[in-house]
């Protein structure tokens, strides 16, 4: 969701896509390893899965529906000392210059009728806490004009947007439920 906005719109370098993501202890999943136990993963971070996480092909599945290409990415998550939660932070080439005004434009309109993405106002990035026990996806951009580089921040409950939540949203669009019905929630930070 970080992306597609930026793809299907044409204005990044589709071979330059990195995705570096932050996860709480249950976004790396339901295991009884040592490693995933929050006493081993508090107190440290780590990257796991590198060049091998489950969820890359669907990543780049989804992109290449937007970019109507063959899309193939670095996805790189990293396990971090909070119960739940993802933040992802996706660095991409811009192919021309386009100024941040613009892609804030571009990702406005693109979501505009999406109620569950929030675009952030220009210069504030999303924190997980925000969105921790919602099903919201908060989304920041920026671009680092010194690169000329696109760089889009964005973060979801795992464990509502990520899984339940969503779930319960495809359930809603299934039977002709309003596609909030039961998700309405804000977060839980106060």
């Known amino acids: 969701m970080a992306l597609a906005p930026a793809v299907a719109h044409g204005i990044v370098d589709t071979k330059s896509i990195i995705i570096d993501a932050k996860s709480g202890i249950t976004g790396a999943g339901r295991s009884t390893s040592l490693d995933f136990s929050f006493c081993e993963a508090t107190e440290t971070a780590k990257a796991y899965k590198v060049a091998a996480h489950r969820h890359t092909s669907e990543i780049e599945q ?6 109507g290409e063959n899309i193939e990415l670095s996805f790189t998550p990293h396990l971090i000392p909070m119960k739940r939660g993802i933040l992802a932070t ?34 504030i990035l999303p924190e997980v806490k925000n969105v921790v026990g919602s099903n919201f996806v908060d989304i920041g ?12 921040v964005s973060c979801i409950d ?33």
């Not at 989804?62 to 970019?67: M, N, V």
């Open 158 to 190: 795992n464990l509502i947007k990520g899984a339940a939540g969503q779930a319960v949203q495809n359930m809603n669009i299934m039977f002709g439920f309003e596609e909030f019905a039961g998700l309405n929630a804000p977060g839980m930070y106060l």
């Open 62 to 67: 989804e992109l290449s529906r937007f970019a």
């Open 141 to 152: 951009i920026t671009v680092d004009e010194r690169l000329n580089r696109l760089v889009v």
């Open 90 to 123: 996706s660095y991409v080439n811009l192919t021309k210059y386009i100024s941040v005004e613009e892609v804030h434009k571009i990702y406005c309109e693109f979501y505009k009728n999406e109620f569950f993405v929030r675009v952030c106002d220009m210069g």
